[in-house]
Structure formats: structure tokens, C-alpha cells
């Protein structure tokens, strides 16, 4: 499984945010890695540092399962580990579902 983090130019990339965000997902879809190709994560701060504002962070997953279209989710937070975790939360169910409905979970 393939992971790729892109950032907005408010939002900075440093090593430990690529490095958490990398073990969070490998941990959270780990039981779908044989079926995952790629995981693609678009983490930004809408409002930039200069505004701010409530749940400005935003997070983007999209996966590309083996054959499939890909599918994607998102979601906003306060920070971008609540963004990332919500984002990823409904991935999950959405991976669930669509192997569900293929019988293959």
C-alpha cells in the first residue's frame, strides 16, 4: 500500500506530520492493505494561519482499491489530527461497504 501526503501551502509538511499520518493510516487500514493500491491524504487549512476560524483543517483520503474506481472521503476538524482521524473513520466504512456489497470482506 502505497501512501502520498500533499499539503496546501498553509499547512507544513514536516517530517513528523508525515511520519504519524503515515503509521495512523498503515494501523487503521491494515486489514484492507491487500486490496489497497494507493492512499492518497490532501491535508489544508482553509482558512490559512491568518484567518482561523472553526474546523478550518480539512482532510481529503482518497484509496484506489485493486480494480475498483477510487473512493473517497473527507472531513473537518479543529486540527488536522481530528480532520485526519474523521477522514479516515469513514473510510474505513466506506471500504467495509463497497468490499461488503462485492462479498469480498
Do not use: W
Request: hydrophobic fraction near 30%; include cysteine; charged fraction near 30%.
Amino acid at each position: 500500500m502505497q501512501i502520498q501526503i500533499n499539503t496546501d501551502n498553509h499547512t507544513d509538511a514536516n517530517e513528523e506530520l508525515i511520519r504519524s499520518t503515515t503509521t495512523y493510516l498503515e494501523d487503521k487500514l491494515d486489514r484492507f492493505a491487500s486490496r489497497i493500491s494507493r492512499v492518497e491524504v490532501q491535508l489544508r487549512d482553509e482558512n490559512s494561519r491568518a484567518k482561523g476560524g472553526v474546523d478550518d483543517k480539512r482532510c481529503l483520503l482518497e484509496v484506489r482499491l485493486n480494480g475498483m474506481q477510487p473512493v473517497s472521503t473527507s472531513d473537518d476538524g479543529q486540527t488536522i489530527d481530528q480532520a485526519l482521524r474523521g477522514a479516515v473513520g469513514k473510510m474505513q466504512q466506506l471500504i467495509e461497504s463497497t468490499l461488503g456489497k462485492l462479498g469480498e470482506r
